[in-house]
C-alpha cells in the first residue's frame, strides 16, 4: 500500500491564510519544479486565497532546481518586489532563499512540509520568525493510522491511500511563531474553514488529472 498527504487541502488553508494576513492583496508562490505534487499546492494555495479574497492577486513562479537557494531567493524578492508580502515556498530545501528573502525584505513567507520554523529557529532564527507557518504533512499519524489499520486488518494492500485533513494528514504548522504572528481572530477564521474543507461543505480542487485549460484559466484568474 502506498500513503500521501491530500496537499492541495494543506495549502488551500495556507491560501486562506495568506489572504487574511496579505495588506497588499498580493500574495506570492515559489515552486521548485514543474511537478503534479508542486502544481497541487498551488492550485490549493490560490482556491483557499480566493475563497477568503475574490480579489486577490497571486504571484507564482517555478523553476527547475530544489537545491537552488539563490534561485528561489531571487524570484521571492522579485514578487515582493511585485507587491507580494507573503510567499509560500514550494521547493524543497531551496525554500531557505525564500526565508532568508522574507526576513531581509520584511515580508511573510509560508514553508512546506515540515515545520520549517522549528527547522531554522537554532541556526537562523530571523528567517524562522518571517514564516507565519508550514503546510506540513504529518506522516507520522499517516503511518500511525496505517499501523492500527493492518493490526486491525483493515488495511488494503496494493491500494493507494490519500490521507486527507480530516485524518489528519496535513494541516499548518500550529507553533509559538503562528500563533505570535497571527491574530486571534484569524486563527480562527482558519479552524472554522479547515472544519468545512473536513466535513465536505469546502471541496478544493486538485491539479492531479486536472486539464492543462482548467489549470491555466485558475492561475489567470489571480495575475491582474
Given at each position: 500500500?502506498?500513503?500521501?498527504?491530500l496537499?492541495?487541502?494543506?495549502s488551500?488553508?495556507?491560501?486562506?491564510l495568506?489572504?487574511?494576513?496579505?495588506?497588499?492583496?498580493?500574495?506570492?508562490?515559489?515552486?521548485?519544479?514543474?511537478?503534479?505534487?508542486?502544481?497541487?499546492?498551488?492550485?490549493?494555495y490560490?482556491?483557499?486565497?480566493?475563497?477568503?479574497?475574490?480579489?486577490i492577486?497571486?504571484?507564482?513562479?517555478?523553476y527547475?532546481?530544489?537545491?537552488?537557494?539563490?534561485?528561489?531567493?531571487e524570484?521571492a524578492?522579485?514578487?515582493n518586489?511585485?507587491?507580494?508580502?507573503?510567499?509560500?515556498?514550494v521547493?524543497?530545501?531551496?525554500?531557505?532563499?525564500v526565508?532568508e528573502?522574507?526576513?531581509?525584505?520584511?515580508?511573510?513567507?509560508?514553508?512546506?512540509?515540515?515545520?520549517?520554523?522549528?527547522?531554522?529557529?537554532?541556526?537562523?532564527?530571523?528567517?524562522?520568525?518571517?514564516?507565519l507557518t508550514?503546510?506540513?504533512?504529518?506522516?507520522d499519524i499517516?503511518?500511525?493510522?496505517?499501523?492500527t489499520?493492518?493490526?486491525?486488518g483493515?488495511?488494503?494492500f496494493?491500494?493507494?491511500?490519500?490521507?486527507?485533513?480530516a485524518?489528519?494528514?496535513?494541516?499548518?504548522?500550529?507553533?509559538?511563531?503562528?500563533?505570535?504572528?497571527?491574530?486571534?481572530?484569524?486563527?480562527?477564521k482558519?479552524?472554522?474553514?479547515?472544519?468545512?474543507?473536513k466535513?465536505?461543505?469546502?471541496?478544493?480542487?486538485?491539479?492531479?488529472?486536472?486539464?492543462?485549460?482548467t489549470?491555466?484559466?485558475?492561475?489567470?484568474?489571480?495575475?491582474?
Amino acid at each position: 500500500a502506498s500513503f500521501a498527504a491530500l496537499q492541495n487541502e494543506g495549502s488551500f488553508l495556507g491560501g486562506a491564510l495568506a489572504a487574511l494576513t496579505s495588506e497588499s492583496g498580493v500574495i506570492g508562490f515559489v515552486g521548485g519544479k514543474e511537478t503534479s505534487s508542486v502544481s497541487d499546492f498551488l492550485v490549493g494555495y490560490i482556491e483557499g486565497a480566493k475563497y477568503v479574497n475574490p480579489d486577490i492577486v497571486v504571484r507564482s513562479a517555478v523553476y527547475r532546481q530544489l537545491t537552488d537557494t539563490a534561485a528561489a531567493k531571487e524570484l521571492a524578492s522579485a514578487q515582493n518586489a511585485q507587491g507580494a508580502d507573503v510567499v509560500f515556498a514550494v521547493c524543497s530545501g531551496a525554500g531557505s532563499g525564500v526565508y532568508e528573502a522574507a526576513a531581509e525584505h520584511g515580508f511573510w513567507a509560508l514553508g512546506v512540509d515540515s515545520d520549517q520554523s522549528l527547522i531554522l529557529e537554532d541556526t537562523n532564527p530571523e528567517a524562522a520568525k518571517a514564516i507565519l507557518t508550514s503546510v506540513v504533512k504529518n506522516f507520522d499519524i499517516v503511518l500511525s493510522n496505517a499501523i492500527t489499520e493492518t493490526l486491525d486488518g483493515k488495511l488494503e494492500f496494493g491500494k493507494h491511500n490519500a490521507i486527507n485533513l480530516a485524518a489528519g494528514g496535513i494541516g499548518l504548522a500550529d507553533n509559538e511563531y503562528y500563533q505570535s504572528a497571527v491574530p486571534v481572530d484569524v486563527r480562527a477564521k482558519i479552524d472554522e474553514i479547515a472544519e468545512k474543507i473536513k466535513s465536505g461543505e469546502i471541496t478544493v480542487s486538485t491539479a492531479i488529472g486536472m486539464d492543462a485549460d482548467t489549470y491555466n484559466k485558475l492561475k489567470e484568474s489571480v495575475s491582474k
